[in-house]
């Protein structure tokens, strides 16, 4: 689905990015690969993505459906905001509610999964838009003169303080998700401090007038910083399964 999100944007840019340095060459926008056929392999990645999607119980299929809507509308964002990158954090974050359904929990009754679904979707939402305000700082020059909107021109004087904000929020509605489905310590320290960390890091040595260096963090920092989450993640996962494990014992002696 990120594949066809790609397509789908380079179908929507394919006028915009010949005036971008970084994007000139891409395969629709330097005439490689024409519309139609860029249409037809957009189809082939949907329905990879739909045999995907049919594996996991029915109720998946409603709860992804709507995220179509905003793969298709994203790259219009950039034309008519400064925040275009509010809407892809929108639309990368879905699979933090898709999980839930995955897992056979029904989100409507269930007000704790709910509530963490929310939260963590929303937290996503605010890291999407950190990392790719660093990355829309590699075309802010090009941007500006083709009038392309993004964040990074918006925000060029504060950027580090709009980075800051975001990390603070993305690690307040982290946080709050493992409140409410009552995480242990590992999450907190491992996974919350881990990003807190490691986004101060990034933000901290980013070098904004430097190409080069805001792609190495916009793709070494997604890792580093996720990387931090999962294994806070997996931490609590594995102590509360292990603490179950033995409370069974002691209940089957």
Request: glycine share 10%; with cysteine; aromatic share 12%.
């Amino acid at each position: 689905m990120r594949g066809a999100g790609c397509t789908i944007n380079d179908l929507w840019d394919r006028n915009l990015d010949p005036h971008v340095s970084r994007t000139r060459l891409r395969p629709i926008a330097r005439r490689a690969i024409t519309p139609f056929h860029a249409l037809l392999f957009t189809g082939g990645q949907l329905l990879a993505g739909l045999a995907i999607l049919l594996q996991f119980p029915l109720s998946c299929f409603f709860y992804a459906a709507p995220s179509l809507l905003l793969v298709t509308l994203y790259p219009l964002a950039k034309r008519v905001t400064y925040y275009p990158q509010f809407v892809l954090g929108l639309t990368f974050s879905w699979g933090a509610i898709l999980g839930f359904p995955a897992l056979g929990i029904d989100l409507l009754s269930n007000t704790a999964a709910m509530t963490a679904a929310g939260l963590l979707y929303a937290s996503n939402v605010a890291w999407t838009v950190l990392y790719d305000m660093i990355y829309a700082h590699q075309d802010i020059k090009d941007d500006r003169k083709a009038g392309i909107k993004s964040i990074a021109l918006k925000h060029d004087k504060e950027t580090k303080q709009v980075l800051t904000g975001l990390a603070a929020v993305q690690i307040a509605l982290l946080a709050g998700a493992g409140v409410a489905t009552g995480a242990g310590p590992a999450f907190f320290i491992g996974g919350c401090g881990g990003a807190a960390v490691t986004l101060g890091v990034m933000i901290k040595r980013v070098n904004l007038k430097s190409v080069k260096d805001c792609w190495w963090w916009f793709v070494n920092g997604c890792w580093i910083t996720g990387g931090a989450i999962s294994l806070g993640l997996g931490a609590d996962y594995l102590i509360r399964y292990y603490s179950d494990e033995k409370t069974a014992e002691k209940e089957d002696q």
